[in-house]
């Protein structure tokens, strides 16, 4: 058991202090458990150590532990949440040395500044998710994105306001900077009758915003008691998101009584690989995602189906036409900004 433990000692912290600050390349995503098979350390049978035969024969113990290093965790989801605790790390900065370094030097809300290289590139990859799971005590509004942080409600404003955001040209502006110059400098000339409405809204809600001298905070339900992130709470919910849900989805469209067509419509429909116009332009078949009937938004797969003038039209007049029971099931299936 002393040798058990002196080498998850050794190769574990000898992973965990590269993830900690780096992304592996995928490659290098192979369980250490291959690593500690090879050591004759543990699997030698006599005494000698390092030096000892690995040829020798093993006994159940060892092939139980040999069976659960197999079993380690995901190295690509343990990276990730190691970032993670990095970026809550960097967002802390009476804490880290490091992190006041890099506050002088680029911007807290979008990491843009004077720092480069592939790792601050992979950790702008992993800013949204980081901001997903994070709610700011603004202060200043100088470390805040206006637009992706979570700071006036429970979501981030491009969420709840996606028609004032499509016509807005500044969508990396910090809360300073939207509250100091005003919202609607930024907008473009022409603004539809439905994203005026939302900008009227959001604006009463900016009236109410007051910037103060006291510290940034980040807050998380992700959290322990010293502020910091969980990494296990992390890890269990980025296993789960990375998990397909339920095949209860591919039961229902295969087995069904629809037509093949059907059945292959509604399978591409549930992937997200039906050829809209925001899909085609990615393929560079189509110059302009922009939909044809709307000529404001992107036409992408949730677009066309359910914020769509046709598509709202549509569930309008089923909901008025089908008993009350099943008009409820359909709410519940849809988008809230719909139902």
Known sequence: MGRT???????DSQLVYLMSSLQLPPRNHLSDGQKKKGFPLVWSKGRQGLTGSMLGGLDSGLQSKRTRWSRRPDIGIQNITLLLKL?????????SAWSQWVQERAS??????????????TLRQLLPLYQAITSVDIGNGKST???DDVWLGDEALADRYPLV???????RATV???IGHGIENYMVPRVSHSARAELRQLSEELHQVNLTNLPYK??????????????GALYKMLKARGQPSSSDSATFIWKSFAPPRVQMFMWLLSQNRLQSRSLLTLKKIMSDPTCEVSGLHEETQTHIFYHCDMATQFWSRLAMDVPSDLSNLLSWNRPAAVA
């Open 176 to 178: 300073s900077e939207i």
């Open 87 to 95: 970026l809550h790390r960097l967002h802390c900065p009476s804490s």
């Open 145 to 147: 994105s206006f637009w």
């Open 218 to 231: 980040r807050q998380s339900m992700f959290c322990n008691q010293e502020s910091k992130l969980d990494s």
């Open 108 to 121: 807290l809300a979008t990491l843009q500044g004077d720092v480069h290289g592939d790792h601050w590139h």
């Open 165 to 171: 955001l499509s016509h807005y040209n500044f969508k």
């Open 5 to 11: 433990v002196l080498i998850n000692s050794v190769l």
